[in-house]
Nanobody, 125 residues
């Protein structure tokens, strides 16, 4: 198991910003990539962003391109999601996930092996 601990969620007004963090703890961590997904009430879990650990290649859902930025700090085994220009449609529980092997696609939750407990992001309009 690779515990993933998210932090940084909260309540923010529309147009505001938040930064989520996801730290991988425990034994030596070796991931191919890490990503963020989100799930709003009554909706399916959806891909938000991902980053490959070695090369730093990034992937984004169309709905967040230009507003969200994913980054990683290898020394801290931590991935970040900077979220700007938030709107009510961004309200969801955000989950961090880790893929330990090469994937067929960054966008499918099935490609990820470990998941965090989730952190709530609420955007008030």
């Amino acid at each position: 198991q690779v515990p993933l601990v998210e932090s940084g969620g909260g309540l923010v007004q529309a147009g505001g910003s938040l930064r989520l963090s996801c730290a991988a703890s425990g034994r030596t961590f070796s991931a191919y990539a890490m990503g963020w997904f989100r799930q709003a009430p009554g909706k399916e879990r959806e891909f938000v962003a991902a980053i490959t650990w070695r090369r730093g290649s990034t992937y984004y859902a169309d709905s967040v391109k230009g507003r969200f930025t994913i980054s990683r700090d290898s020394a801290k085994n931590t991935v970040y999601l900077q979220m700007n220009s938030l709107n009510a449609e961004d309200t969801a529980v955000y989950y961090c996930a880790a893929a330990t092997t090469d994937w067929a696609t960054a966008f499918s939750a099935n490609e990820y092996d470990y998941w965090g407990q989730g952190t709530q992001v609420t955007v008030s309009s």
